[in-house]
């Protein structure tokens, strides 16, 4: 599969590649309307695992490239909770643990809790980012891995999880990413430059889902949830 430099230590699949293509094909954006934040294209990562070709390729895609690395990860490190459903089979391929990333203090045990997210789209509350003590160490390289890249505020509560484990990160790895808000620059400035030089791995970019990609329900005025006893009625 082919590569291409984006920017300074940002890459990306060539447009022609057949994973790019792929992903293109599959991934679907929704609009406020049906979507459960208020931003004006929600990538829905249930469009990629709801394919099994999709989700083989984006496997395969990963465990090869760092099968490659002079040193190879230790561990996957998955954010809470899109990172979840594709690092897992990498890590089973790589034969590495997958260490959970979990928001609000959900993780048993002894936790190092981050600084309060900062993301591209509010939720209820404060969000941290939490992780068990123990579940890595100085010892561990570390790939991150999540859906979408936006403003870096999510791949920064992680950051500061691993320098307070002293591990390193050997790459973040997204299927997606907006550059444009800022985070490449986050992850490379953020506690002081200690992660200058950690390499962003997006299998597509966010311009290369166009109008074609949106999966709102056309024609359609009813309500975004329906109760189930609401909806059993229209099975007949």
Not at 15 to 40: G, M, V
Not at 178 to 198: M, Q, W, Y
Request: charged fraction near 20%; aromatic fraction near 8%; hydrophobic fraction near 40%.
């Amino acid at each position: 599969m082919s590569v291409r430099t984006i920017s300074p230590l940002l890459y990306s699949l060539e447009e022609n590649d057949p994973l790019a293509q792929e992903i293109k094909k599959t991934y679907r954006w929704y609009s406020p309307r049906f979507s459960p934040h208020n931003i004006p294209r929600f990538a829905d990562a249930g469009s990629i695992t709801e394919s099994p070709t999709c989700m083989r390729m984006i496997r395969d895609f990963f465990v090869n490239r760092y099968r490659s690395f002079p040193e190879p990860p230790t561990h996957i490190l998955g954010f809470d909770a899109r990172g979840f459903l594709f690092g897992p089979s990498i890590a089973i391929e790589l034969g590495i643990p997958f260490v959970l990333l979990r928001k609000s203090n959900k993780n048993a045990g002894v936790l190092i809790q981050s600084d309060t997210l900062n993301k591209e789209y509010h939720e209820d509350g404060i969000e941290v980012m939490t992780l068990r003590v123990g579940s890595i160490t100085k010892s561990s390289r570390v790939v991150l891995i999540d859906d979408v890249l936006a403003t870096g505020g999510t791949v920064t509560s992680g950051l500061q999880l691993i320098y307070a484990s002293g591990a390193s990160v050997i790459e973040m790895a997204c299927l997606l990413s907006v550059p444009s808000f800022g985070c490449v620059e986050k992850i490379h400035t953020a506690l002081d430059g200690r992660f200058k030089n950690v390499s962003i791995m997006s299998l597509v970019m966010g311009e290369s889902l166009d109008d074609s990609n949106c999966g709102d329900y056309k024609n359609y005025d009813g309500p975004r949830v329906i109760k189930f006893a609401d909806k059993i009625p229209l099975l007949n």
